[in-house]
């Protein structure tokens, strides 16, 4: 019988292999990091983008949409339905015009500056403008929101956010 030499306690080629395959898990590691990182902002900005056309589509409709007797009858004849996005219209006093189903009585973000703000559980886009460019219109303060819970859903990889089957 053939007796096998005993392996040597240290081979180059074993430590090579070993520092080889821990720099690929390592570099594999850090780009997996930077592109979840970097789906989560623009995920972000994209959710931030669609508060903000929301609000600024409220703000251009003329004031008659909000003001009319007969606007609180037509929302309420809605039916309810489960909304990820919210929103509030006041007029240039404060008082409040209309807001979506879900959205509270009170401001989203009372006294907040024109952007983007997380205030307790809503991730708020606030839009004020001065008034119609025809000067027929008073000043509106708009504010559109998401909470903050549906927000970290969508931009985590949470089972039930799969795609639909066709």
Request: no cysteine; charged share 25%; hydrophobic share 45%.
């Given at each position: ?18 520092r ?51 606007s ?17 219209v ?18 989203l ?9 997380e ?6 886009f ?34 039930n ?6």
């Open positions: 019988m053939s007796e096998q030499a005993p392996r040597p306690a240290w081979s180059l080629e074993h430590w090579l292999r070993w080889l395959i821990g720099t690929v898990a390592g570099f594999w590691l850090i780009g997996s990091a930077g592109t979840l990182f970097g789906v989560w902002y623009e995920t972000g900005k994209v959710l931030d983008s669609a508060l903000r056309e929301f609000a600024e589509r409220l703000t251009v409709l003329p004031d008659v949409a909000f003001a009319d007797e007969r609180e009858q037509l929302f309420a004849a809605l039916a309810a339905h489960q909304e990820f996005v919210v929103y509030q006041f007029d240039a006093k404060g008082k409040l015009w209309v807001r979506s189903h879900a959205a509270p009585v009170q401001p973000d009372a006294g907040a500056p024109t952007g983007v703000r205030t307790g559980e809503w991730r708020v606030t839009l004020a403008s001065q008034g119609a460019p025809d000067g027929q219109g008073e000043g509106r303060r708009v504010q559109v929101a998401e909470s903050v819970e549906h927000r970290r859903k969508q931009v985590s990889f949470h089972k956010n799969a795609a639909p089957k066709a």
